[in-house]
């Protein structure tokens, strides 16, 4: 069965301060993994896609690490800001007709002053 | 560019009553796709449209839950009758590509249902 498991299930951390969520996965075959930005109240916004050739991608304050032979994934948040407060979703999408995408539960961070 | 709308954003109902969302994707996006969100948990799959045709719709469920995708533009999603355990977020969401292609799903704000 499909797996996406995501840790921490939330965070408080205070601003400025880095922090690091994590995603493990059992989606095969693999063919990319996302992460999602959901604030409260508001519909999911794409931070970044990784397909297997890729190990790292950037945007912004945001670093998304992929190791496909361990399944695992990692979002790095840089110099966290009041505006990171959000659930932050992992979804990986399996090669199989219709791009059938499989969602972790999310890790809710909480970035305090 | 516009982004996915979706209407009404929030709808209280009463247990066994109808209801009907509507979503409009970004223009040109082949795939659409409802999703349900229970609060504090990740999207759900409801159903995927490829243009006009279904893709997936292997955990709708389908004694109470329809959808349509007429023209392959616009859906509506609809509940009847609707239960507690209804009560979500309903995502509606777009893509340009379909099958292995890596490109970004757009999801729209939401409809909120509460069902008392």
């Known amino acids: 069965k499909n797996q996406v498991e995501q840790s921490p299930q939330s965070l408080i951390i205070l601003e400025g301060k880095n922090c690091t969520l994590q995603?493990?996965?059992?989606?095969?075959?693999?063919?990319?993994l996302r992460w999602y930005k959901q604030d409260t109240g508001r519909g999911p916004v794409s931070l970044t896609i990784?397909?297997?050739?890729?190990n790292t991608k950037s945007n912004g304050r945001y670093t998304a690490t992929l190791d496909a032979d361990t399944k695992q994934s990692s979002l790095h948040i840089t110099a966290s800001q009041l505006s990171d407060s959000a659930s932050y979703i992992c979804?990986?999408?399996?090669?199989?007709?219709?791009?059938?995408?499989?969602f972790g539960g999310g890790t809710r961070v909480l970035v305090k002053p | 560019e516009a982004g996915v709308a979706q209407s009404p954003r929030y709808k209280i109902i009463e247990k066994r009553q109808s209801v009907a969302f509507w979503c409009n994707p970004i223009s040109g996006h082949a795939t659409l796709y409802w999703y349900q969100q229970i609060l504090g948990q990740g999207p759900k799959l409801l159903i995927q449209?490829?243009?006009?045709?279904?893709?997936?719709d292997s955990q709708l469920p389908k004694d109470r839950f329809s959808a349509e995708r007429l023209k392959g533009v616009d859906s509506t999603l609809k509940i009847q009758p609707a239960k507690l355990e209804d009560s979500a977020v309903y995502l509606c969401?777009?893509?340009?590509?379909?099958?292995?292609?890596?490109?970004?799903?757009?999801f729209g704000e939401g409809s909120w249902l509460t069902v008392v």
């Open positions: 969401a777009s893509s340009p590509g379909t099958g292995l292609s890596g490109n970004t799903i757009y």
């Open positions: 449209f490829q243009n006009n045709g279904v893709v997936d």
């Open positions: 979804v990986v999408s399996g090669e199989t007709a219709g791009n059938k995408l499989t």
């Open positions: 990784m397909t297997f050739s890729e």
């Open positions: 995603c493990n996965y059992t989606v095969s075959p693999f063919s990319n």
